[in-house]
């Protein structure tokens, strides 16, 4: 059995914490980053040619939108997974136990899972962690990013996309479930270990 698990939700609901929890607990499962997945942009004038991230009216570099991401070619990375889990895991140093059941878990992670139409049917289990607003400014200002954030990023553009994506996947009518990411670490993972165990079960 194939089953993809998305762990998405707001920039600093500990997605990525989450996540790196249940790679350790989950048997034959590999991870997809979505960060990994960024266009190229600009460190220096110099290479102004190859940015592909656009700057908007607003001033600001938009990071945080669905066109900032090579989106096919994470999507090609799934299928990559989804045509051979087995040749995919050895690939990527994950050890696959040949005793288990054959049972292949794949974990996506990102910020905007579910906002790419060709991936938003791929998942078992979408997973949305949240976080109160001020709480997240406050993660996100201790955060050291690739490309540290410019002043006013967070009210300007980062917190205005994410309440427009998540109006979006709920208009689509995209499944989800939330989770409270004011819960400690260890109680998150327990809940969505519990849960994707429970899945599993139910589909065996
Ligand atoms: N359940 C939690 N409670 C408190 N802080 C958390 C929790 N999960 C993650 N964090 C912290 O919040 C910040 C963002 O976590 P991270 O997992 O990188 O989030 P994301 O990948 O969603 O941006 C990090 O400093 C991390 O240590
Ligand atoms: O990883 C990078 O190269 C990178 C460069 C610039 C910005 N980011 C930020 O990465 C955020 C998504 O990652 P995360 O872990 O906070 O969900 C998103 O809000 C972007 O603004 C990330
Ligand atoms: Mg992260």
């Known amino acids: ?22 790679l ?26 190859q940015d592909q991230i656009a700057v908007g009216e607003d001033g600001f570099k938009q ?35 040949l005793d288990a059941s054959d049972t292949h878990i794949l974990i996506l992670e990102g910020f905007l899972l579910y906002s790419y139409k060709p991936l938003v049917d791929l998942y078992s289990r979408r997973y949305f962690l949240t976080v109160p607003y001020e709480e997240c400014k406050w993660r996100r200002s201790t955060r050291r ?9 967070f009210d300007g553009h980062v917190w205005p996309m994410f309440q427009k994506y998540k109006r979006e996947m709920e208009a689509n009518g995209v499944e989800v479930v939330y989770l409270d990411g ?23």
């Not at 059995?1 to 249940?22: A, E, Q, R, W």
């Not at 090609?76 to 995919?88: D, E, G, H, L, N």
């Not at 004011?182 to 065996?204: A, G, P, T």
């Open 63 to 97: 990071w945080d939108v669905l066109e900032s991401l090579d989106m096919e070619a994470m999507l090609s990375t799934v299928q990559a997974w989804m045509i051979s889990p087995r040749k995919f895991a050895r690939a990527h140093g994950v050890s696959v136990q």
């Open 182 to 204: 004011m819960k400690s670490r260890e109680e998150l993972f327990h809940q969505v270990l519990e849960d994707i165990q429970n899945s599993l079960l139910n589909r065996s």
């Open 1 to 22: 059995m194939k089953y993809i698990v998305g762990i998405g939700g707001m920039t600093n609901g500990g997605k990525t914490t989450l996540t790196n929890s249940l």
């Open 145 to 153: 990013y690739m490309v540290p954030d410019p002043p006013g990023l």
């Open 24 to 49: 350790k607990s989950l048997p034959n499962c590999c991870v997809i980053h979505q960060d990994d997945f960024f266009k190229p942009a600009a460190w220096a004038p110099l290479f102004q040619p």
